[in-house]
């Protein structure tokens, strides 16, 4: 079955970065758009980033110019380069192939 397994959140100051991974198995990834959505506290999950399987990407504008979405199909792994990160990213984030969801990865950052 389709799993996705991200990994790389933490607790960060404001002004770091961190990158979030997404490792994709039972599927064919390359074939597939990606996504990665978070959801803060009391929140609604929202659409961060999104990669399509020919790469074109598309961002969220509340990030647009600091975070950046890659993938690499022969790793079956996409991507989330977060930099200058800012208290209210602070959230659970998700990767989906917008079927299937992973379970999250908390990113917390203090100010």
């Known amino acids: 079955q389709v799993q996705l397994v991200e990994s790389g959140g933490g607790l960060v100051q404001t002004g770091g970065s961190l990158r979030l991974s997404c490792a994709a198995s039972?599927?064919?990834?390359?074939?597939?758009?990606m996504g990665w959505y978070r959801q803060a506290p009391g929140k609604e999950r929202e659409l961060v980033a999104r990669?399509?399987?020919?790469?074109?990407?598309n961002y969220a504008d509340s990030v647009k110019g600091r975070f950046t979405i890659s993938r690499d199909n022969a790793k079956n792994t996409v991507y989330l380069q977060m930099n200058s990160l800012k208290p209210e990213d602070t959230a659970v984030y998700y990767c989906?192939?917008?079927?299937?969801w992973g379970k999250g990865t908390q990113v917390t950052v203090s100010s």
């Open positions: 989906t192939t917008g079927l299937y």
């Open positions: 039972g599927m064919i990834f390359s074939g597939n758009a």
């Open positions: 990669i399509t399987n020919g790469g074109s990407t």
